[in-house]
């Protein structure tokens, strides 16, 4: 147990606590009659459907489902505007003042925009696109900083038919250029710079190293997040454009795109199994209620909360949970750009004081961090507007989660863990604050209408115990399809037991009261402080190094981060391995991918266990990595290589 577990903490983990909701939180709850699983799983897409019913449609539906697995089509004939549902339906009513988005930059400066405020600027930016030549069905890359013009942006695209495809701002150049390429994208939308820990991320320059391979852009649209000339801006005549001039001139006005429920709405890479980022497709309809449905009954929203979510727009967290289904429930969601521990460690809390935040959703990642910053830093804040907390992206230890409890609950606030994807698009195993009793570290049970089960090998449900998790009936905010690579899509998720059962890449255990505990990915996919990264990127950016001959990278256990990045590495015939060699390696994977991705060791190694087959025993690697006693290597075709490993290894550290 880490030194800074106090006693509290000590005494309610060996208790094997669980938490029920208190009266009072179930009697104002949304949903508060458990009931509601069995009467969604009765009947999934008339459960569904009563969600869809309660946004706004041009045209219904002939049709809840048509699943020609693993083809799914959801709200069969269907029409509306996403942009349409997140704005223009609450402009018409008393949210029009409402704040929509009350934002703070690293540096300080602060902005809010109301429904109003955000209806006027997405329908100007929507016709400075047009003016653009974007049309239905185009693809735009957005690498921004995490401010209103990102959300701006894809509610724009939406709003005419264009396809976003975000690229978080900590990618580097060629992942950039990886993914505009990919999908043809003919409009890229950057800024100048963004903050971070008080350096500047200058977007534009690192983004005009992409534009030099990336023959599909037509135009580039820089925002001015900078003052006066903090940072140089290259302006390519003809082809860059600054925003707030384009915006000058654009019309308040336009009409929101007519839209098929299975039209697209975005693209989002995420990591696999092989060296090449995945294109997520999600569509319109059915992505749409699934973010509705779940930001209300997970999260309890109501009119007059302020809601938070601390993901960066980049990842799916921020697209599902800071804009479409908070804003689809007329919300008021804090946005903040920067750094948790910049000036101080105690900036969140500062801002969940200053903005009076009641929900606050954010990562094990940050709470382990929090942790070891001590409760000094959340005990100088008021944090009495909490009154309900959620954790997504990795498993969260029960230590981390009765820490967050108590010290940023004040032993009041339910907790939710949220277990989902960027191929479920929206959460799938939660609890419903109103009405499931908690227990530190499980997601609890599947949202209702979802039906996600835990299968052995052969594909037989197991009742207890641990095995593969999967989802057996088609839901509303699933992948459509891997963009450009269908067969990818169905041999990636519905190839594992039949064409009709997804299969997550995740282990997961049920106990013996039907709880599910996340186990973390069975597949070559690392989870590295909430973030996606497969071992097969980080290899491949390693063998591009001039002195790499191969690679190997693992995972191990981080205090911190859940699991840190270990690479073993031989070197070329003649290259001697060193320290500065380490470095150059780990600087080299920062730029070809992006820093999230840096590892944290290189382990250097004169060749790497294989099998006779030739496969790399990375069991074995992940063992001499987390420092374990070595397991059984009689199927190695050279054992003494371990031994050596080990050695090395351990004099490394
Ligand atoms: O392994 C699971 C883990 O994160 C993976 C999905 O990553 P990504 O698509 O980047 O989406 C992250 C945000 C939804 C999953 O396959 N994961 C996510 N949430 C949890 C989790 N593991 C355990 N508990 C969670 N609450």
Redesign the pocket.
């Known amino acids: 147990m880490p030194e800074n577990v106090s006693p509290e903490i000590e005494a309610l983990l060996k208790e094997d606590r669980s938490f029920s909701p208190t009266d009072d939180f179930r009697s104002k709850a949304h949903i508060s009659d458990p009931a509601i699983f069995e009467t969604a799983a009765k009947d999934p897409e008339a459960f569904w459907a009563g969600f869809a019913k309660e946004l706004e449609w041009i045209a219904p539906w002939s049709k809840v489902l048509e699943w020609n697995a693993p083809d799914a089509k959801w709200f069969v004939g269907g029409k509306l505007n996403i942009s349409a549902n997140c704005l223009d339906r609450h402009v018409r009513t008393a949210r029009r003042n409402k704040a929509a988005f009350v934002w703070e930059g690293e540096p300080g400066d602060r902005r809010t925009l109301t429904y109003f405020d955000l209806y006027r600027q997405t329908c100007q930016f929507a016709n400075v696109l047009k003016q653009l030549g974007v049309k239905k069905g185009d693809r735009v890359a957005l690498y921004l900083p995490l401010i209103p013009e990102l959300a701006i942006a894809m509610l724009a695209c939406a709003r005419i038919g264009a396809v976003h495809s975000v690229v978080f701002g900590g990618f580097s150049a060629e992942s950039l250029r990886d993914r505009i390429n990919d999908s043809s994208c003919k409009v890229l939308v950057t800024a100048d710079g963004g903050w971070r820990r008080g350096q500047i991320v200058p977007l534009k320059q690192t983004a005009d190293e992409a534009l030099k391979e990336t023959p599909s852009i037509e135009h580039v649209v820089i925002v001015k997040r900078m003052h006066g000339d903090t940072v140089s801006v290259h302006v390519k005549e003809g082809r860059d454009h600054w925003y707030h001039r384009l915006m000058q001139d654009a019309s308040y006005e336009c009409a929101a795109e007519v839209m098929d429920a299975e039209d697209m709405l975005y693209i989002l890479y995420?990591s696999g199994t092989t060296g090449k980022p995945k294109g997520i497709v999600h569509t319109t309809g059915g992505y749409l209620t699934g973010v509705y449905a779940t930001t209300k009954w997970v999260f309890d929203l109501k009119d007059e909360d302020v809601y938070w979510c601390t993901a960066d727009i980049g990842?799916?967290?921020g697209h599902s949970y800071v804009v479409y289904g908070p804003l689809a429930n007329g919300a008021t969601v804090v946005m903040y750009e920067g750094a948790p521990d910049w000036p101080q460690k105690d900036r969140l809390w500062e801002i969940v004081e200053r903005y009076g935040v009641t929900i606050f959703y954010t990562a094990p990642t940050a709470i382990r961090a929090f942790m070891k910053w001590g409760t000094e830093w959340p005990a100088k804040h008021n944090l009495t507007s909490l009154r309900l907390m959620g954790?997504?992206?990795?498993?969260?230890n029960p230590e981390a989660w009765v820490w967050y409890h108590l010290h940023i609950g004040n032993a009041r606030c339910p907790i939710v863990?949220?277990?989902?994807?960027?191929e479920t698009g929206a959460i799938a195993i939660t609890p419903l604050p109103g009405i499931t009793r908690t227990k530190p570290g499980s997601?609890t049970q599947p949202f209702p209408g979802i039906s996600a089960e835990i299968l052995n090998d052969k594909g037989d449900r197991v009742p207890v115990g641990g095995g593969l998790l999967a989802i057996t009936k088609p839901w509303p905010s699933m992948l459509r399809t891997i963009y450009g690579d269908h067969d990818r899509f169905v041999r990636q998720y519905w190839s594992r037991w039949g064409r009709d059962i997804y299969f997550?890449?995740?282990g997961a255990k049920l106990d013996d009261e039907g709880y599910y505990w996340?186990l973390?990915?069975v597949d070559d996919v690392l989870?590295v402080a909430g973030h996606?990264i497969g071992t097969m990127e980080v290899e491949s950016a390693l063998v591009d190094h001039p002195k790499v001959a191969e690679s190997a990278v693992v995972g191990r256990t981080h205090e911190i981060k859940g699991q840190a990045l270990a690479a073993f590495v031989t070197v070329k015939e003649g290259v001697t391995a060193s320290e500065s060699l380490a470095d150059e390696l780990k600087k080299h994977v920062a730029n070809k991918i992006g820093a999230i991705a840096r590892p944290d060791d290189i382990i250097f190694a004169a060749d790497l266990p294989k099998t006779r087959s030739g496969k790399i025993m990375r069991r074995l690697l992940r063992d001499i990595a987390e420092g374990k006693a070595l397991g059984d290597t009689t199927t190695l075709a050279d054992p003494t290589v371990v031994a050596k490993l080990k050695d090395q290894y351990e004099s490394q550290e």
């Open positions: 995420t990842w799916v967290t954790s997504v992206g990795e498993p969260i863990d949220t277990w989902w994807q960027t997601a997550t890449g995740d996340l973390g990915r989870n996606r």
